[in-house]
Each structure stands twice: as C-alpha cells, then as structure tokens.
C-alpha cells in the first residue's frame, strides 16, 4: 500500500515571492509516478506537474517545479514568483508501477496556498 | 468542450433517497475512477473501472456501487445516501499504462 503525507495544511506566501509545498511518500514499489494536482476555488483538480521515479532529474513546469529526493521519499513543490491566481489547494499523489494496469493514484491530504498581495 | 463531464454538478437530497451521479469522457480512455472530497481527507478512491467489463473496488466503497455503461461512461450510485455522504464526488480518466488522471468538475452532494 502506498501512503502521501502532507503536513503543511495551509502555508501563505506574499505575492511575487517564492514559497515550497512539502510531500513525502512511501511505497513498496521499485518503479512509480509521482504528481501534483492544484484545485483552485472552481474545485477543478489540475495537474501541474509530474515525475517519474525513475529519473534524476527533478521536473520544472513554468514557475513550477520539484524537488526529488528519491532516498528520502520526498517531493516537494516550489513555486517561483507567486500569482494570486496560484491560490489554491494542492494535492500530491503518487502512482506504483508494479502491474502494468494498475493504474491507480493515492492522494494526501492537499495544502491550501494563499497569496498575500 | 470538456473532456470529462459530470452531473449533476450540484445535488441536495435526503436521507434514505437512492441518487445517480454520472460521468462522460471524450478523451477515449480506457479507466475510469471515482474518488471523494472529504476537508481533511484529501481525495479518497471509491470504485475504479479499467474496462467496461473491469470494476474494482477502491478503499471506501462501502454504501457505494457503480456501473460501467460503456467506454465512455461510468456511473456511480447511492443506494440510499445517509449523511455521511456529503461530499465533493470526482471523476477522472486515465489512459492505459498512464498515471495521469484527468478530472471532471466535481459534483457537490449534501445529504439532509
């Protein structure tokens, strides 16, 4: 079974500054998927972001992006030059990889990001 | 248009009722999920569907069932919806071998 782990609940950031969302893991699997998914006020869950396990090299989306620490079963998000439009909930989820077509997600609890302008 | 489609959006109903809450995709995708909001709880996986003819049970199914009418559509039932139920309920597709998942708009239901 795989666990996410958020324990910032809510975190704040002054607009234009740079704040980071922290996410840890467990998993069994040897191969997984890792993600972070934004729900803004609309309740829409977006995807900002993925990574695969089995890369080094940590992903980056625009203003967006992560840092993987495999050993450590972290994998936090930093967004750079906040915009009041990055307000939102953030949810981590990871994926395993152990049967291909069992494709499922596991999600934490989500941290709630609020600009200050 | 959108790609994941769900209604209704927005749903109140009392206890003891039986509700159906659909979903559509045009994205051509073979799974299907369907996951509860919960403050606190973060997303939660009530029954996922790898086929049409593939339907498994997720972590909080109980109260719940499901049916997978075609590819493109999976619907979700309350049997007789109790309190408890009230929630943001998602639907999400993946493709095969893909662990993106992409979301409907939710449906927010308040059972009375």
């Known amino acids: 079974a795989q666990t996410v782990t958020q324990s910032q609940p809510e975190m704040s950031v002054q607009e234009a500054e740079t704040v980071t969302l922290s996410c840890t893991y467990d998993?069994?699997?040897?191969?997984?998927?890792l993600f972070w998914y934004k729900q803004p006020p609309s309740r829409q869950m977006i995807l900002v972001i993925r990574?695969?396990?089995?890369?080094?090299q940590n992903a980056t989306e625009n203003r967006f992006s992560v840092n993987f620490q495999k050993a450590a079963k972290s994998f936090s998000l930093k967004i750079s030059d906040s915009q009041l439009g990055d307000a939102a909930m953030y949810f981590c989820?990871?994926?395993?990889?152990?049967?291909?077509?069992?494709?499922?997600?596991?999600f934490g609890t989500g941290t709630r990001l609020t600009i200050i302008p | 248009d959108a790609d994941v489609t769900q209604t209704p959006r927005n749903r109140i109903t009392k206890t003891g009722k039986r509700i159906m809450l659909e979903c559509s995709q045009t994205?051509?995708?073979?799974?299907m999920y369907w996951y509860r909001q919960d403050p606190g709880l973060g997303l939660r996986l009530i029954y996922y569907?790898?086929?049409?003819?593939?339907?498994n049970k997720g972590e909080i199914s109980d109260g719940y069932s499901v049916s997978r009418q075609a590819q493109a559509k999976f619907s979700l039932s309350l049997e007789s919806a109790i309190p408890n139920q009230t929630a943001l309920y998602f639907c999400?597709?993946?493709?095969?071998?893909?662990?993106?998942?992409?979301f409907g708009p939710g449906t927010r239901l308040t059972v009375t």
């Open positions: 998993t069994s699997e040897s191969d997984y998927y």
């Open positions: 569907s790898f086929d049409v003819k593939d339907i």
């Open positions: 989820a990871s994926g395993g990889r152990s049967n291909f077509g069992n494709e499922k997600l596991t």
């Open positions: 999400a597709t993946s493709d095969t071998g893909v662990y993106e998942q992409y």
């Open positions: 990574q695969e396990a089995y890369k080094q």
């Open positions: 994205k051509g995708h073979d799974r």
